[in-house]
C-alpha cells in the first residue's frame, strides 16, 4: 500500500511538471482528486486493510490528496499570474495624458445650424463677422435709430453691467461697426449669442442666438433681399421654400419686414405648429434707414442695403423638430447627444 502511495505521489510530480495550461490542470485534478480518480481508488483499497496499518496508510493517503490539491491550485495561481505578465508584455504602451484621436460628443445643434447658414453665405459671397457679447448703449441701440426713450427698447430689456455697458439684445449691435470696418460695398453675417429679460417658456429664452447678415452696394432692392433669402432658406431645407414678406416695424430699416416662409410641417395647407396659417415667421428683415446707413460712414446718395436678423435658435428647432427651446441650454446630453455632425 505504502509503496502504491509512493509511486502515485512520483506520477503526480511528473504530470503536474508536464502541465503547462489551464485544461491540463484540471484533467490532472480529475485524475487524482475526482470521484472515480486515483486517491479515490486508494480510499478503496483501504478497506482490505484494518487496525494501526489502517489508519497510517489513510493518514499517508490524506496527506496525499491535501498535498496534490495544494500543487494543483498552486500551479493554476503560478499559471495566471504568468498569463497576466506575458499580456502586460505584450500590451502596448498606454499614456493616458495624451489626447484622443477621435473626438467625444457631438456638435450643438445651434452650432451645426451655424455652421450650415454660414458656409451656405460664404458661397455667396458674404464674410462671417465675429462681435462681442458685451456692448455699449451707442451700438445697441443708438446707431439703429432706436434713442433712449424709444419705445422699440421695451422689447430688448437686458442684462446691463455697472459700467454702463450691456449684454446685446440682438446681432443688429454689430451693423455699425461692421460698416465703419468695411464700408461699402459689403455682404457680411454675423451669428452671435443675444440676451433679454424673457419670461422663459416653451418658446422663449433669456439667451438665444441670432444670424445677422446685411449686404451694401449700389442698387439693393427688396428684389435682391427675397432672392437671398429664398436661396438661403432652400438650401438649409433642401427644398424650394416659399416666402411671403409682410410689414414689420423696426427702427433701423425701411421698409420693414416680417418674412415667413411657408409651413415645413403642412406645406401651407395649415396645422398647429403654424396656427392654421400655412405660414411661419422666420426672419425679420429690410432696407437699411439711411440713418444708420449714415452712422456708420456709408454714403447714402451712392449705396442701399438689406438687413436680415435670422433667428438661428428658432431655425435649428424648426431643422430638427426641437419642441422645447430650453432644451438648448439645459445641458441635458439625452436631448443634445442625438446630433451628430
Ligand atoms: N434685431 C431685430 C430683433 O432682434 C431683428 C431684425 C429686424 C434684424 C429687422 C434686422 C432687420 O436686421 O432688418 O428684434
Given at each position: 500500500m505504502q509503496e502504491k502511495i509512493?509511486?502515485?505521489?512520483?506520477?503526480?510530480?511528473?504530470?503536474?511538471?508536464?502541465?503547462?495550461?489551464?485544461?491540463?490542470?484540471?484533467?490532472?485534478?480529475?485524475?487524482?482528486?475526482?470521484?472515480?480518480?486515483?486517491?479515490?481508488a486508494l480510499m478503496q483499497n483501504l478497506r482490505s486493510l484494518a487496525g494501526e496499518e489502517k489508519k497510517a496508510a489513510g493518514q499517508v493517503i490524506n496527506e496525499l490528496k491535501t498535498g496534490v490539491e495544494q500543487a494543483?491550485?498552486?500551479?493554476?495561481?503560478?499559471?495566471?499570474?504568468?498569463?497576466?505578465?506575458?499580456q502586460i508584455a505584450a500590451a502596448k504602451p498606454y499614456d493616458v495624458s495624451l489626447p484622443v484621436r477621435t473626438p467625444h460628443g457631438s456638435y450643438h445643434p445651434i452650432?451645426?445650424?451655424?455652421?450650415?447658414?454660414?458656409?451656405?453665405?460664404?458661397?455667396?459671397?458674404?464674410?462671417?463677422?465675429?462681435?462681442?457679447?458685451?456692448?455699449?448703449?451707442?451700438?445697441?441701440?443708438?446707431?439703429?435709430?432706436?434713442?433712449?426713450?424709444?419705445?422699440?427698447?421695451?422689447?430688448?430689456d437686458t442684462y446691463y453691467l455697472s459700467n454702463g455697458q450691456l449684454l446685446k439684445t440682438h446681432t443688429s449691435a454689430a451693423q455699425n461697426s461692421i460698416m465703419r470696418k468695411y464700408g461699402a460695398p459689403l455682404r457680411a453675417i454675423f451669428p452671435g449669442r443675444c440676451f433679454r429679460n424673457e419670461s422663459i417658456d416653451a418658446c422663449h429664452e433669456n439667451t438665444f442666438f441670432q444670424m445677422e447678415g446685411i449686404m451694401i452696394d449700389r442698387d439693393i432692392s427688396i428684389s435682391n433681399l427675397i432672392y437671398f433669402m429664398k436661396t438661403m432658406l432652400s438650401e438649409?431645407?433642401?427644398?424650394?421654400?416659399?416666402?411671403?414678406?409682410?410689414?414689420?416695424?423696426?427702427?433701423?430699416?425701411?421698409?420693414g419686414f416680417e418674412l415667413d416662409i411657408s409651413c415645413?410641417?403642412?406645406?401651407?395647407?395649415?396645422?398647429?405648429?403654424?396656427?392654421?396659417?400655412?405660414?411661419?415667421e422666420l426672419c425679420p428683415c429690410g432696407m437699411i434707414h439711411p440713418r444708420v446707413l449714415e452712422m456708420g460712414g456709408i454714403d447714402t446718395n451712392e449705396y442701399t442695403g438689406f438687413a436680415f436678423g435670422l433667428g438661428l435658435t428658432r431655425l435649428a428647432m424648426m431643422r430638427y423638430g426641437i419642441k422645447d427651446i430650453r432644451d438648448f441650454n439645459s445641458g441635458s446630453l439625452k436631448a443634445l447627444a442625438q446630433f451628430e455632425g
Amino acid at each position: 500500500m505504502q509503496e502504491k502511495i509512493a509511486q502515485l505521489r512520483g506520477a503526480f510530480k511528473d504530470a503536474l511538471s508536464a502541465a503547462k495550461d489551464a485544461p491540463a490542470l484540471e484533467a490532472l485534478r480529475v485524475e487524482y482528486l475526482g470521484k472515480k480518480g486515483s486517491v479515490a481508488a486508494l480510499m478503496q483499497n483501504l478497506r482490505s486493510l484494518a487496525g494501526e496499518e489502517k489508519k497510517a496508510a489513510g493518514q499517508v493517503i490524506n496527506e496525499l490528496k491535501t498535498g496534490v490539491e495544494q500543487a494543483i491550485k498552486a500551479a493554476g495561481e503560478a499559471l495566471a499570474e504568468a498569463e497576466l505578465k506575458a499580456q502586460i508584455a505584450a500590451a502596448k504602451p498606454y499614456d493616458v495624458s495624451l489626447p484622443v484621436r477621435t473626438p467625444h460628443g457631438s456638435y450643438h445643434p445651434i452650432t451645426l445650424v451655424q455652421r450650415e447658414v454660414e458656409r451656405i453665405f460664404v458661397t455667396m459671397g458674404f464674410t462671417v463677422e465675429e462681435y462681442p457679447e458685451v456692448v455699449d448703449d451707442y451700438h445697441c441701440f443708438e446707431a439703429l435709430n432706436i434713442p433712449k426713450h424709444h419705445p422699440a427698447r421695451d422689447m430688448q430689456d437686458t442684462y446691463y453691467l455697472s459700467n454702463g455697458q450691456l449684454l446685446k439684445t440682438h446681432t443688429s449691435a454689430a451693423q455699425n461697426s461692421i460698416m465703419r470696418k468695411y464700408g461699402a460695398p459689403l455682404r457680411a453675417i454675423f451669428p452671435g449669442r443675444c440676451f433679454r429679460n424673457e419670461s422663459i417658456d416653451a418658446c422663449h429664452e433669456n439667451t438665444f442666438f441670432q444670424m445677422e447678415g446685411i449686404m451694401i452696394d449700389r442698387d439693393i432692392s427688396i428684389s435682391n433681399l427675397i432672392y437671398f433669402m429664398k436661396t438661403m432658406l432652400s438650401e438649409v431645407f433642401q427644398r424650394d421654400v416659399k416666402v411671403r414678406l409682410r410689414p414689420g416695424f423696426f427702427p433701423f430699416v425701411e421698409p420693414g419686414f416680417e418674412l415667413d416662409i411657408s409651413c415645413l410641417i403642412c406645406g401651407g395647407e395649415g396645422c398647429p405648429s403654424c396656427k392654421d396659417s400655412g405660414w411661419l415667421e422666420l426672419c425679420p428683415c429690410g432696407m437699411i434707414h439711411p440713418r444708420v446707413l449714415e452712422m456708420g460712414g456709408i454714403d447714402t446718395n451712392e449705396y442701399t442695403g438689406f438687413a436680415f436678423g435670422l433667428g438661428l435658435t428658432r431655425l435649428a428647432m424648426m431643422r430638427y423638430g426641437i419642441k422645447d427651446i430650453r432644451d438648448f441650454n439645459s445641458g441635458s446630453l439625452k436631448a443634445l447627444a442625438q446630433f451628430e455632425g
